[in-house]
């Protein structure tokens, strides 16, 4: 994926708090600062872990942030576009399930034969899903301790979250078994990136047959 998307979107919050603040909006001026400041912090939260984030992993999670506070939040997606959170819980569980399988493949130093296939992608899952399972939590005490309305229409709205949470996950740790079983295209090309920038964590790494 191309970076300068990742500058567009920072050069669009930029340009928008200059004009919020020229209009004096404080609390919308706040959230596109905050929002602006929130797509530095992968890279500098990744490079403190000794870990080093492609470029397209980092314009991903850039763009998130975007669809979420920007557009969703401060834009009002999430009313306008009835299908919007539900795409974002999706792509977000999709993409927990990708970094899970990495940081689980990095424990054993990329070594496939060591750490099944199969294990992997299921453990991979099992971690993006319980990220889900916490989210809903914090959104269920949010509004219950300070009455915001963040779980919208209740139960429907924390069920139909968790079961795209759930097939996103399942999207994410699928997609790691497809790259150790060979796939290097498409979506396996987003874990090639990654392992090939973190070699070093990945000592044991070998190609896989079958």
């Known amino acids: ?106 424990l054993f130093e990329g070594d496939s034969y060591a750490a099944p296939p199969w294990a992997l992608a299921v453990l991979s899952a099992c971690v993006a899903m319980a990220i889900g399972v916490v989210w809903e939590i914090f959104e269920y005490a949010v509004d219950q301790t300070l009455g915001t309305n963040m779980q919208k229409s209740g139960l429907p709205d924390t069920m139909g979250d968790l079961i795209v949470d759930t097939l996103g996950a399942i999207l994410g740790g699928g997609l790691g078994y497809l790259y150790l079983k060979g796939m290097r295209y498409g979506p396996g090309a987003l874990f090639e990136e990654f392992v090939g920038l973190n070699r070093r964590l990945y000592r044991r790494i070998r190609p896989r047959k079958s």
């Open 1 to 106: 994926m191309n970076p300068l998307l990742l500058w567009a979107i920072r050069a669009v919050l930029a340009v928008e708090a200059v004009t919020l603040g020229w209009q004096q909006n404080w609390l919308q001026l706040t959230v596109a600062v905050l929002t602006l400041g929130a797509t530095f912090l992968p890279d500098k939260v990744a490079r403190m872990m000794g870990v080093r984030l492609p470029a397209t992993f980092l314009t991903l999670i850039v763009l998130f942030i975007f669809a979420t506070i920007f557009l969703g939040e401060m834009s009002g997606y999430y009313e306008r576009f009835w299908w919007w959170d539900l795409a974002l819980h999706f792509g977000s569980a999709a993409a927990f399930g990708i970094f899970a399988f990495l940081m689980i493949f990095m």
